[in-house]
């Protein structure tokens, strides 16, 4: 028999209480607090709630405040317990041998008049090589077990019902989470023995089932993913074969595509002598860098009697009987036969953010003659194309109309005339400059990336008509604005690009200084730096060559919306990062293409995929022409989101203020983003962005606004103002000068 381990429990008014004890098993006992646990600072707080506190000692004059009408039953109740407490250093002694015996483990719990029992236990899974040995366990209060002996203390633990479901439901749950699991992909024997070992080299050593099926949510996540990854590459480079990207266009291969690559200086008339071709032909397409280009060319063709239409990812302009469309080059429709297809700026084959499109356009465009315009650099990358597809190729060589000379000074802010376009390379340094030509007595247009094309077209025909006397302007004037300027004068020699402020290119030099002049008006075209940099430098800048462009230049490729749906229907995903994650990694070694860098793609897909939206409606999502880094787009994306979710209208009202009258340009060039954005959304999504109408006159209406702000601000002269102060920072303005007055 073995002998009574039943502890003495003392009596408890003669019992000489711990207070660190008593304060331990006071706070946690339901209904019994502290000041702070109760977020009070005052006694009186306390007793203002209607509490009293137990009349027990604590340490550090604490105090624990109960109800006045449970008063008593808690302070029995905490006696009780702190005299169990006292006494279990004596029953873990006493109580250890007989249950270790028994196969279980004794322990002191966190509450200090508890105690924790564990069983080691064996769970033999079929279809893994080894059992796991996991502990189960519970805890009990010490008056539970007091008072037995050890026979009766085995007996009481082996039959416990707590401990006991505790042990089936670790087997059972284990067992029918694996077969769950073996059943996801028990048609795929090399899967199924893949995942069993995974499953058991990343558990084998954790002892509780709730650890070892955590643990196998994350490994059956991460092996899903990864073996969307591997059969995801490996569908890409047998199906999609990016090393054979001219494949994916299967009617531009079947055509006998003839391509003609005219190349020249800026003002060498190579628009022109495309267009000719283009109105001469019974369908064409011009595919411009900038929409405002495509949209000055639907306007020239249409002037011209050659009906034509415009359509840019923010802008659809449909004209009845129309066989041209102009386009931003992203627009390319590679299942439309044409007659002539013209390329333009296609030097951007180069760029690194872009040039993709233009790669899609120059091998895909199904167009039974392709015209290629764009500088000189571009020709050895066009001839090694056209080789490589086996097409023929013209290459048409034309020479400026004008001549172009580099100013051989520096010139100084006075030095700048009515006629001179000045190029900065932000906005920010555009409104600089501007405010900089105010105080010389100089009205000014301006025209950056960020304005509405409406705008930018109304700031050049303001300096085409004389109303401003120059034109400040970011490198986007280089991109075939047909401008009368006199000289090109740069206000630095270096720009940020996204990643770094870098020295500018020649290509960059050269087309922007190439603005210069103008056949009939200038007839010499003049380029110099103003204010800051040397002509020297600037002369070595526009010789130099361009590194980025050379022969073995590889062109940058990027999945379209169809790829991405093929995919995902053959791994079986409706997530978009995995999918964007597998053509990232596409094989296209010793081929001429790579892949474009697909950063913002992937965190659009992030984005997206947190969304309570199926696949499609993300998919077609993906592809917004929106940058998440912007403030505006990134408001506007999640806006548009959410109407999708809850499947509500999203009015143009709530996302674009009314009253736009008070905005500075800052706020209407925010206005017009949104209003691009919303009429994307409404050809895409039409049923809840119901305001098509509306923003498109809302967007009219802040193109409007945003002129007359840009033009009041340049007509300090016209106004009678005179020459305007500018404020201390702004360029021109009087340097502040320390030490004595000369005299």
């Not at 009408?69 to 250890?96: G, H, K, N, W, Y």
């Not at 002996?149 to 749950?173: F, I, P």
């Not at 940099?533 to 073995?552: C, F, I, Q, T």
Request: proline fraction near 6%.
């Amino acid at each position: 028999m073995t002998p009574d381990t039943t502890p003495h429990v003392p009596d408890s008014e003669s019992h000489s209480w711990d207070p660190d004890l008593l304060l331990a098993v006071a706070t946690t006992e339901e209904g019994c607090a502290t000041l702070a646990q109760l977020g009070l600072v005052r006694p009186r707080q306390a007793a203002a709630m209607g509490l009293v506190p137990l009349p027990l000692v604590f340490p550090d004059k604490e105090q624990v405040w109960v109800e006045e009408a449970r008063r008593d039953e808690l302070l029995a109740t905490i006696q009780r317990r702190a005299s169990e407490a006292v006494v279990r250093p004596a029953l873990l002694a006493a109580a250890r041998p007989p249950l270790r015996e028994a196969g279980f483990e004794i322990t002191p719990a966190i509450v200090p008049d508890r105690v924790r029992v564990s069983q080691r236990l064996e769970v033999r899974l079929p279809s893994l090589p080894h059992p796991y040995r996991l502990n189960v366990d519970r805890t009990f209060s010490v008056g539970e077990l007091s008072g037995l002996d050890g026979t009766a203390l085995v007996d009481l633990v082996s039959t416990d019902g707590k401990l006991n479901g505790r042990r089936r439901d670790a087997e059972s749950s284990l067992a029918r989470r694996l077969a769950e699991i073996e059943a996801e992909v028990s048609s795929d024997a090399e899967a199924l023995a893949e995942i069993r070992d995974r499953l058991w080299r990343a558990t084998h050593h954790l002892t509780d089932a709730p650890s070892v099926l955590r643990r196998w949510e994350r490994e059956v996540a991460a092996w899903a993913q990864d073996r969307i990854h591997a059969r995801g590459r490996s569908f890409v480079d047998s199906h999609f074969d990016l090393k054979r990207y001219e494949d994916l266009f299967p009617l531009a291969r079947s055509m006998p595509r003839r391509l003609v690559l005219v190349v020249g200086p800026t003002n060498s008339g190579k628009t022109h002598r495309a267009m000719q071709a283009l109105k001469d032909a019974r369908s064409g397409a011009y595919l411009a860098p900038l929409r405002l280009l495509a949209l000055e060319i639907m306007d020239r063709l249409n002037k011209e009697g050659v009906a034509a239409n415009l359509v840019t990812g923010e802008e659809e302009i449909r004209v009845p009987g129309a066989r041209i469309t102009a386009s931003t080059v992203e627009m390319l429709d590679p299942e439309s036969r044409l007659e002539v297809a013209v390329i333009d700026e296609v030097q951007m084959l180069a760029d690194a953010e872009r040039g993709w499109a233009w790669s899609a356009a120059l091998v895909g465009v199904p167009a039974e003659t392709v015209y290629l315009l764009g500088s000189p650099d571009i020709r050895p990358v066009v001839e090694r194309m056209a080789q490589y597809l086996g097409e023929p190729l013209e290459v048409v060589e034309l020479e400026r109309k004008t001549p172009l000379k580099l100013i051989d000074r520096r010139l100084e802010w006075s030095d700048v005339q009515a006629g001179d376009a000045l190029i900065a390379f932000s906005r920010r340094e555009v409104h600089s400059v501007r405010e900089t030509i105010r105080a010389k007595g100089l009205s000014a247009a301006v025209i950056y990336g960020a304005l509405a094309p409406e705008v930018r077209r109304r700031e050049a025909e303001r300096f085409t008509t004389g109303e401003a006397d120059v034109v400040v302007a970011t490198d986007a004037i280089g991109m075939g604005l047909n401008l009368p300027v006199r000289r090109v004068l740069f206000t630095s020699l270096e720009k940020f690009d996204g990643h770094e402020v870098r020295p500018l290119s020649g290509s960059e030099v050269r087309q922007i200084a190439g603005r210069a002049g103008r056949y009939g008006k200038f007839e010499v075209g003049e380029y110099g730096v103003v204010g800051r940099g040397s002509p020297n430098a600037l002369r070595h800048m526009y010789k130099a060559a361009d590194e980025k462009v050379h022969a073995a230049l590889p062109l940058t490729l990027r999945p379209t919306r169809a790829m991405m749906e093929r995919l995902a229907t053959y791994v079986g995903t409706d997530r978009l990062v995995p999918l964007v994650d597998c053509f990232a990694a596409a094989d296209t070694k010793g081929s001429p293409y790579a892949l474009a860098d697909l950063a913002p793609v992937r965190k659009m897909a992030v984005a997206l995929d947190a969304r309570r939206l199926d696949f499609d409606r993300r998919l077609t999502l993906l592809f917004m022409p929106a940058d998440l880094d912007r403030e505006t787009d990134a408001d506007l994306v999640y806006g548009i989101c959410r109407a999708l979710e809850r499947e509500q209208p999203l009015p143009l009202d709530s996302v674009a203020g009314k009253r736009i009258d008070s905005l500075d340009d800052l706020g209407l060039e925010a206005q017009s983003r949104i209003c691009d954005l919303y009429y994307w959304a409404t050809r895409k999504f039409s049923a809840y962005f119901p305001d098509r109408e509306a923003v498109t006159e809302r967007r009219a209406a802040v193109a409007e606004r945003l002129a007359q702000v840009l033009a009041m601000r340049s007509r300090a002269r016209a106004a009678g103002e005179g020459p305007h102060k500018p404020k201390p920072g702004f360029r021109g303005a009087p340097r502040k000068r320390y030490g004595p007055k000369r005299k």
